[in-house]
Structures are given as structure tokens and as C-alpha cells.
């Protein structure tokens, strides 16, 4: 079990560029999460997969932010025309069905300059 | 709606001394709680959750938290605090409907040799 996997760990860009950050879950782990954390404040949710399906977004994720898990597996964050305001860490968990634990990534730290 | 309230951002313990970190939940309807800690730089962790089985919960390296629906509390504890305990401790909530988990701002704790 190799665990919750992110890529890359850090990022640092400049204002207005696009990121896009990567995520691999558990083996056979039907849902995926996206939370984002900012200094000082506990993880906040942003979205989740069920297999491909989006089941749920937050209003935290404005348009510039697109998530996809194409084929149920691995799940791309894409964060278009970056903001100073959208440097947090970005965590991803993967549980393996409703309700089941969520198990955390380490994370991708982002820094916008 | 869901909420938790962390008591004390930072707390600070004596080396062997009792380790108590207090949360409080909002929830109209019976909720799951959990404690995750989080080391610097990493994912968060599961230390243990309440899912209205016993009100008494163990978690992992020695700590247990304590379901009380009269106070709305679930405060996370450990006998004799260790060096390696230092990180911070997030409360969190879940609804039984739902996957989304709503969590506290945190607690840094703080060792003291």
C-alpha cells in the first residue's frame, strides 16, 4: 500500500500563470477529494470524485479551478490565471467507498507571486 | 449546519504531563467525529473517529477522545505526553449523509522538555 500520492510537492508561479497539480489514490479507492488548506486554518473541501463522476462542488472552487479524474484512477486540479489569493496547500484524499475513511496525500504546497 | 470549534490555537505541555485538546461540534443531526494530526509538511493523519458505537474512542499512539452529547464535546487526550506528539491536531465533522468533512482550524501542540 503505497499510500496517497501528490505531485509536485511545491510549486511556486507568478500571477496570472496556470498550475495544474496531480493525484494518485489508493489502489481501488472509488472516491477522490480535493481540500485546500490556507495558513492557520484547518483544510476546507473543494470538490470529490466518485469513480469519474463530480459529485459535489464547493462555492470556494470559482470558475478558474477545473478538476477531472478522466478514468476513475489519478485526478488533475487545474487552477487557471492564478491568484496571490490561491497560495494554500492543496490536499487530496481517497477513501474507498461512502463514508469509508479518507486517507490523505501529503500535499502540494503552491505559492503565488 | 456542521461545524467544530477548537479551544486554544496553541497548547502547550510538559514532557509526560496530560495532553488534552478540546473541541466542541455543532450538528443537528447524530454526526461523525474525527481527530487528524498533521506533521510539518505532511498530509494529515487519522488518529481515531466516533461513529456512535462506544462514546470512548481509542486512536493510535495512545490517544482516546470522549464523545459527550450533553456538552457537544469531543476532546482529544493522551496520559503522558512524548516529544514526538508536537504537530497539529484538527478536530472534524462529517454528516452520516455525506462525505464532505468540516474541520476545525487546529491546534498546534506544543512540547515542553
Known amino acids: 500500500d503505497t499510500g496517497v500520492s501528490q505531485d509536485p510537492r511545491h510549486k511556486i508561479t507568478k500571477r496570472g500563470q496556470n498550475v495544474t497539480f496531480r493525484c494518485d489514490p489508493i489502489s481501488e479507492h472509488n472516491r477522490l477529494y480535493w481540500y485546500r488548506q490556507t495558513l492557520g486554518q484547518g483544510p476546507e473541501f473543494l470538490t470529490y470524485f466518485q469513480n469519474e463522476a463530480q459529485l459535489e462542488k464547493s462555492r470556494l472552487l470559482s470558475d478558474r479551478f477545473s478538476a477531472e479524474r478522466p478514468k476513475g484512477s489519478f485526478s488533475t486540479l487545474e487552477i487557471q490565471r492564478t491568484e496571490q489569493g490561491d497560495s494554500a496547500m492543496y490536499l487530496c484524499?481517497?477513501?474507498?467507498?461512502?463514508?469509508?475513511?479518507?486517507?490523505f496525500g501529503p500535499g502540494t504546497r503552491l505559492l503565488v507571486l | 449546519a456542521q461545524s467544530v470549534t477548537q479551544l486554544g490555537s496553541h497548547v502547550s505541555v510538559s514532557e509526560g504531563a496530560l495532553v488534552l485538546l478540546r473541541c466542541n461540534y455543532s450538528?443537528?443531526?447524530?454526526?461523525?467525529l474525527f481527530w487528524y494530526v498533521q506533521y510539518p509538511n505532511q498530509g494529515l493523519q487519522l488518529l481515531l473517529k466516533?461513529?456512535?458505537?462506544?462514546?470512548l474512542v481509542k486512536g493510535i499512539n495512545g490517544f482516546e477522545a470522549e464523545f459527550k452529547k450533553s456538552e457537544t464535546s469531543f476532546h482529544l487526550t493522551k496520559p503522558s505526553a512524548h516529544m514526538s506528539d508536537a504537530a497539529e491536531y484538527f478536530c472534524?465533522?462529517?454528516?452520516?449523509?455525506?462525505?464532505?468533512?468540516?474541520f476545525g482550524k487546529g491546534t498546534r501542540l506544543h512540547i515542553l522538555p
Open positions: 484524499a481517497s477513501s474507498l467507498d461512502t463514508l469509508a475513511t479518507q486517507y
Open positions: 472534524a465533522v462529517r454528516r452520516g449523509r455525506d462525505d464532505k468533512i468540516i
Open positions: 450538528s443537528s443531526v447524530p454526526p461523525y
Open positions: 466516533y461513529t456512535s458505537a462506544a462514546t
